[in-house]
């Protein structure tokens, strides 16, 4: 057997046992041996009478599901494609009304809570309220022990991660851009603005949430 073997195992019983604390809190939870079952079982809980939405998330762009379901025939509602800032914020607005919201998550606790930082807000703010149903897609990577872990994964590696995908376009000086490591800025293009915990899901089922088997996004 090889390590990775190993890890698949361990993330197996881990990702079964963290699926039941989702369903304690009221989600409806999917555990999927890799990608390819997450897409299938993404394209199971949505039709081509839903208009769909997301928020920027490496783990989607590495499932390919964006270009799918724009290529397949979904009603889409693609922030990404908006030709001026005007447009993309648009596109934040009609979010809300969307019947469908994919996300990832930065963080989840092994007892079934997710934590989330946004910038602008408009992911987290979908998260608690507005779409009809949200598919948080997370790789096996973002689970951590307790919520302390999963605030600390967000704020000192998934925030940083993220900013230097932004930095790439965005030319942001924020501490973590610079040296990798996070500062606690008060930097005016900090995308650390709201830290979201969501501990339960109400209403019940409003949020799936699917974990798979593999390394996703950051
Ligand atoms: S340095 Fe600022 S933007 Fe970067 S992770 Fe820390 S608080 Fe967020």
Redesign the pocket.
């Known amino acids: 057997m090889t390590e990775n073997k190993f890890v698949k195992e361990r993330n197996k019983k881990l990702g079964e046992k963290t699926i039941e604390a989702f369903k304690k809190r009221h989600f409806d939870a999917y555990f999927c041996n890799d990608k390819e079952e997450a897409v299938k079982t993404v394209l199971s809980l949505i039709s081509k009478e839903d208009v769909i939405a997301w928020g920027g998330s490496t783990t989607l762009a590495e499932l390919g599901l964006a270009d799918y379901l724009e290529n397949n025939g979904y009603k889409t509602i693609n922030r990404d494609k908006a030709p001026d800032a005007q447009s993309k914020q648009k596109c934040a607005y009609d979010s809300f009304f969307a019947d469908i919201f994919l996300m990832s998550s930065n963080a989840i606790s092994e007892d079934g809570q997710l934590v989330n930082i946004d910038g602008l807000g408009n992911r987290v703010a979908a998260l608690a309220f507005g779409p009809k149903k949200v598919i948080v897609i997370a790789g096996m990577n973002k689970v951590v022990k307790n919520l302390q872990e999963a605030y600390t994964r967000a ?1 000192t590696y998934a ?2 991660c993220n ?1 230097q995908r932004i930095a790439a376009v965005a030319n942001s000086k ?4 610079v040296t990798g490591s ?4 008060l ?1 005016s293009d ?3 603005c709201q830290i979201v915990t969501t501990r339960l899901c109400r209403p019940q089922g409003r949020i799936t949430v699917i974990l798979v088997n593999e390394k996703l996004g950051y």
């Open positions: 704020r925030a940083p900013l924020t501490p973590c851009a996070c500062g606690d800025c930097s900090s995308i650390c």
